[in-house]
């Protein structure tokens, strides 16, 4: 039923010309360009024509700081799931988990933009020339101790369950404070959480639904299952914990006390436990050191591994077009 | 009362109306049997005064990889058709939702044989958890049949889900409801 007068019908792609004296047989691979690979040849700003002025009453480095905490939860936590490609129990899984890291990763990618644009300073400085823009930056060439994640989303994988159980407490917690980020008096906050809510919706009740499964599965699947939330739970308080930061960001209503969600998390995760007939872990909070948790830059030893894959190629060649 | 257009504010509108009729033409890369503007993420094309052509959209999903590639198909499609001074710009707010897809576009995904969208589900209250496997009316895109399974929650793209008909026994792709 299409009309070929009209112009939304029109081919947009035409086929490439393998006989073109400028070009090869391989350009069809790329199509028109190649902005879709890797980095891309062409940098882009994922906050182009989105107005990033700061609000009044909120200290630009405080907004960084913040914009760094929710975007660094999100970057190593979609870090962690991606090391499930081509390794899940079967292949759906595999492209679930990819889904949801990616879905993670483009959160963190315009947190991370919102972070540069709040605070330049709190980009790392690279050599004269260097393509990279300021978001790669932040991502790939700053230290364990400068990263704001809390440290459940660091950890190694363990097994499916492990995985599973780390992700639904993640994605209930993350789900609740987007819900109240999305009146932020920060526009790009606001809508980064919008946006968010409803991905996370998706994670929430991906890893719900597996968490029942496994905990009604097999003797096997439930030992594990609940193995693997005991061995979560001592970091289970630090999200929760509010940063002095954080406390400044939520009182200029630009955004959220962990604290204030702490109750509604605990009443979803009491749903799931519940159907599951799992208990409660009752474990005590795992220190930080002289106070220092995750939000401070104090990580596990898991971090440092876990940035040592992500960042060396990018480090190797800080001037690279990709 | 006859309203009194000048001559410059009629000549930015057909310029408008010209280059507007270029971008809803382009299609998505990953679905391409939609196009920008069936998908809803084709927000609006404004020329401004220097007559440069701001196109705005808007991701479909936060990680959405086809980003970069809308704008360059959007860009190559205007220079292509004359605009030289093209900008792309990303809006963010509000976020997109599959209610956004057009009926011409629902037809396009039943036609090649994806199951088009429900209504979006609100997230203006506390969201449910949902631990039984969401229910849709779905039917099958090739025979019709209303006997389908879901496979997966996610699929080949961030926006789709996976289902298989157990009349005809082959699997098809749903797009989300967000």
């Not at chain 2, 410059?8 to 503007?37: H, Q, S």
């Not at chain 2, 699929?155 to 005809?168: N, V």
């Amino acid at each position: 039923m299409t009309d070929a007068t009209d112009p939304a019908h029109a081919p947009s792609h035409p086929a490439p010309d393998p006989n073109d004296a400028h070009g090869s047989i391989f350009d069809g691979l790329l199509g028109s360009d190649s902005s879709q690979w890797a980095f891309g040849t062409d940098f882009e700003d994922p906050l182009a024509g989105v107005d990033t002025t700061i609000p009044d009453g909120v200290d630009p480095g405080d907004l960084a700081t913040y914009c760094l905490m929710l975007a660094d939860d999100a970057l190593i936590a979609s870090h962690r799931l991606s090391e499930w490609c081509s390794r899940a129990p079967d292949l759906e899984e595999d492209i679930a988990l990819a889904n949801v890291s990616l879905d993670l990763l483009g959160q963190a990618r315009l947190l991370l933009a919102r972070a540069a644009a709040a605070d330049p300073a709190a980009v790392p400085t690279l050599p004269e020339g260097s393509p990279v823009p300021p978001e790669d930056a932040l991502a790939f060439f700053r230290e364990a101790g400068e990263f704001r994640n809390v440290r459940m989303t660091e950890v190694a994988n363990g097994d499916f369950a492990h995985t599973i159980a780390r992700l639904l407490v993640l994605s209930c917690a993350r789900l609740a404070v987007f819900q109240r980020l999305t009146t932020s008096r920060d526009t790009v906050l606001a809508a980064v959480a919008a946006k968010g809510v409803k991905e996370l919706a998706y994670h929430r009740d991906y890893a719900g639904r597996w968490f029942l499964t496994l905990a009604r599965g097999t003797e096997e699947s439930r030992r594990r299952l609940v193995e693997a939330l005991d061995a979560l739970w001592p970091l289970y308080a630090e999200l929760f914990a509010t940063h002095p930061v954080e406390r400044s960001v939520a009182e200029a209503g630009v955004g959220v006390d962990p604290a204030a969600v702490a109750d509604e998390v605990a009443v979803v995760l009491e749903q799931v436990f519940a159907m599951s007939g799992v208990e409660r872990p009752d474990r005590a909070p795992l220190a930080g050191v002289q106070g220092r948790t995750g939000r401070d830059g104090l990580h596990t030893e898991a971090l440092s591994l876990l940035l040592a894959e992500m960042q060396v190629v990018a480090r190797a060649h800080p001037s690279g077009r990709w | 009362m006859e309203t009194l257009l000048d001559r410059e504010t009629l000549d930015r509108e057909a310029l408008r109306e010209r280059a507007y009729a270029v971008a809803r033409g382009v299609t998505d890369p990953e679905m391409p049997m939609l196009t920008l503007e069936d998908l809803g993420v084709l927000r609006r094309v404004d020329v401004a005064g220097a007559g440069e052509v701001v196109v705005a959209i808007t991701p479909t999903y936060s990680g959405c990889p086809a980003m970069a590639t809308m704008r360059d198909d959007l860009v190559h499609g205007l220079s292509d058709a004359g605009f030289d001074d093209v900008r792309v710009a990303v809006e963010l707010s509000p976020a997109w939702s599959s209610d956004w897809i057009t009926e011409r576009g629902r037809r396009a995904l039943a036609e090649a044989g994806l199951s088009a969208p429900g209504p979006a589900p609100r997230h203006d209250g506390p969201i449910a958890l949902d631990l039984l496997p969401t229910r849709r009316a779905v039917s099958c895109p090739r025979c019709g049949s209303a006997a389908v399974d879901l496979t997966s929650e996610f699929g080949a793209t961030a926006c789709k889900a996976l289902y298989r008909c157990t009349d005809c026994l082959e699997p098809f792709e749903h797009v989300k409801e967000i």
